[in-house]
């Protein structure tokens, strides 16, 4: 069993950084998928960014060059740091993991273990 538990989230202006923690609890050793998604009102969940236990990351096009997924095994902490944040970046973001990997690392199918979310809303 994994719970995930999400932090960082807040109101920002357009331009600015964020950044979001994912804290892991439970059986963490397998884990080996992990991803951040985002998701607004009456839109499906998508996929931001993800990692796998071999280090390799994969982002939407819509973030690359803006946010970076890091991990640090040794606190069993996910992170996303958000920089040049825009309007459209504004979503409920949630962490996510699985035991199995993944081709397909941002497709929320793929994941069993999801978090409570955090709110990031960019004001322009």
């Known amino acids: 069993q994994v719970q995930l538990v999400e932090s960082g989230g807040g109101s920002v202006q357009a331009g600015g950084s964020l950044r979001l923690s994912c804290a892991v609890f439970?059986?963490?050793?397998?884990?080996?998928?992990m991803g951040w998604f985002r998701q607004t009102p009456g839109k499906e969940r998508e996929g931001v960014a993800a990692?796998?236990?071999?280090?390799?990351?994969s982002y939407a096009d819509s973030v690359k060059g803006r946010f970076t997924i890091s991990q640090d095994n040794a606190k069993n902490t996910l992170y996303l740091q958000m920089n040049s944040l825009k309007p459209e970046d504004t979503a409920m973001y949630y962490c996510?993991?699985?035991?199995?990997?993944?081709?397909?690392?941002?497709?929320?199918?793929?994941?069993?273990?999801w978090g409570q979310g955090t709110q990031v809303t960019v004001s322009s």
């Open positions: 996510a993991a699985d035991y199995h990997c993944t081709v397909t690392p941002r497709s929320p199918a793929r994941y069993y273990y």
């Open positions: 439970g059986y963490t050793y397998s884990l080996c998928s």
């Open positions: 990692i796998e236990s071999n280090g390799s990351t």
